[in-house]
């Protein structure tokens, strides 16, 4: 048996029972939050780092 919609809802899930596409989508969500993190990570650091550190005035 295939859900596609629930009875009485507007929306149509379009892919409800492919489990590949969700789980591209999940891999997708998850390779995003995961470069957000790195970047915002990688912006702190710079952010909050000392400006009389010898290696950044060369």
Request: charged share 15%; no cysteine; hydrophobic share 50%.
């Amino acid at each position: 048996m295939s859900l596609k919609t629930f009875e009485g809802a507007g929306a149509v899930f379009t892919f409800f029972d492919q489990p590949l596409v969700l789980g591209l989508i999940t891999l997708g969500v998850v390779a995003a939050v995961v470069l957000v993190v790195v970047a915002s990570a990688i912006h702190e650091k710079h952010s909050f780092s000392s400006p009389m550190d010898p290696r950044k005035n060369r």
